[in-house]
């Protein structure tokens, strides 16, 4: 059993209170690479990452996204590489493109944790408006945005748990 | 009188992209997010305005329209509506106190 990653699963939290130091390249560089190693259907990989850790960039892309209430120094946009989808067949708006995006984004979220960052994602944000920022190719849809930054000391209480139900409540074995 | 400038230009920019990009969102999501985007934008406002407001308009920023978390909602909150009705409370309060209503 793997421990220290089953650790690294049940301490990962969004974080929102960041400080304003940027993140260094090479962390960026770990966390795109983790994103590699996230289940893909068909292995396809039809996703593709814009990383943001210009200050005048982010805080655009900040103006757009009313979900983003931290203020990150760098930011990983994941888009749906629609073009290359529907060439495989795909419709696009077919559900497996945006299973993918949750895989990759939790794989980066728990490398980001991993590295003692803070991270959290964001899907509130206008597409058309990060489109136009990021000057997005025609065929890239931006649907999830990884924020990141160092967090401070102290951090505001998440938003109220569900926990009221457990794993337990929500696992069925075997036929209804 | 002349009124003190309290936003620059790229703060007011900041302000109207929130809530332009908000009533986009808005129209995909759960309805009690539209109070959530409301007070978001209501913070951001208070945060660039308040260097530069006056002595009472700081007070009200920083006290009353901070009493809810940034992330409260309807259903994660059962007093939101409660405690949305005293900043309201509060804010007209100080409007009173501000404009010198009679």
């Known amino acids: ?176 | 009188m002349s009124e003190p400038m309290v936003l620059t230009e790229d703060e007011a920019l900041e302000i109207l992209a929130y809530l332009v990009t908000a009533a986009r969102t808005q129209v995909d999501e759960a309805a009690e997010y539209g109070s959530l985007r409301l007070m978001t934008a209501a913070g951001r406002l208070a945060d660039l305005v308040t260097p530069r407001a006056s002595a009472p308009t700081r007070a009200f920023l920083d006290g009353p329209l901070r009493a809810l978390p940034g992330t409260a909602t309807k259903s994660n909150d059962p007093e939101y509506a409660a405690k949305l009705d005293a900043v309201c409370a509060a804010l007209a309060d100080h409007l009173v106190a501000h404009f010198d209503a009679r």
């Open chain 1, 1 to 176: 059993m793997n421990e220290a990653g089953l650790e690294l699963i049940r301490t990962r939290r969004v974080v929102r209170d960041l400080t304003d130091a940027p993140v260094a390249r090479e962390q960026l560089e770990i966390i795109l690479r983790a994103a590699g190693h996230a289940p893909n259907a068909g292995n396809r990989r039809l996703q593709t990452f814009v990383a943001a850790d210009d200050a005048g960039l982010v805080r655009v892309l900040r103006m757009v996204a009313p979900g983003m209430l931290q203020r990150p120094t760098a930011v990983i946009v994941v888009c749906v590489d629609i073009a290359r989808a529907v060439r495989f067949g795909f419709a696009p708006d077919a559900k497996g493109l945006y299973v993918d995006v949750g895989t990759v984004t939790q794989t980066m979220l728990l490398a980001a944790h991993a590295l003692a960052l803070g991270a959290g994602p964001v899907t509130s944000f206008s597409r058309a408006a990060v489109a136009a920022a990021l000057n997005l190719p025609e065929g890239l849809r931006p649907e999830l945005m990884v924020c990141l930054g160092h967090p401070t000391a102290t951090q505001a209480p998440p938003m109220a748990s569900q926990r009221a139900r457990t794993w337990r409540d929500v696992t069925h074995w075997g036929r209804y």
